[in-house]
């Protein structure tokens, strides 16, 4: 039952990111949270974000450059025990330079006391970066 629970959370978080609340983003959170959005530093918000203000960061510094997506596809929520593994296909466009990216990811996210603990974003990167050069 657990499990179910994860992947709805997971969901919700989604559901919440895309709406753009990021205050309820940061209300499925763990103080600990931490994000890892790989990447060098032609994309933004590349990087190790930590707790919640650190996620406000990252959300701030993705806004600004290329989120939210103009499409996203999750394939499927696998959960297993406190893991959620996504896959999916993401199209997004740098707002400075009008480019578009389309590539696949996979979101690693650990569940831990009913709160987002970790995030893991799996990407093409350089896809992204050369999207961000002029």
């Not at 209300?27 to 930590?50: D, R």
């Not at 394939?75 to 896959?87: C, N, R």
Request: glycine content about 10%.
């Amino acid at each position: 039952m657990a499990e179910r629970g994860n992947g709805e959370l997971v969901q919700s978080f989604y559901d919440k990111f895309q709406a753009g609340d990021i205050d309820a983003v940061v209300a499925l959170l763990s103080p600990e949270f931490e994000l890892v959005y790989s990447g060098p530093s032609e994309i933004p918000c590349a990087g190790t974000w930590k707790g919640h203000a650190g996620f406000r960061r990252w959300a701030e510094a993705g806004l600004q450059g290329h989120l939210p997506p103009e499409s996203v596809d999750f394939e499927e929520f696998v959960v297993q025990g406190d893991k959620v593994v996504v896959p999916g296909h993401v199209h997004v466009r740098v707002k400075t330079t009008g480019k578009a990216c389309e590539t696949d990811f996979i979101h690693f996210f650990t569940v831990r006391d009913g709160k987002l603990a970790s995030w893991r974003d799996f990407f093409d990167t350089f896809a992204l970066a050369h999207a961000y050069m002029s």
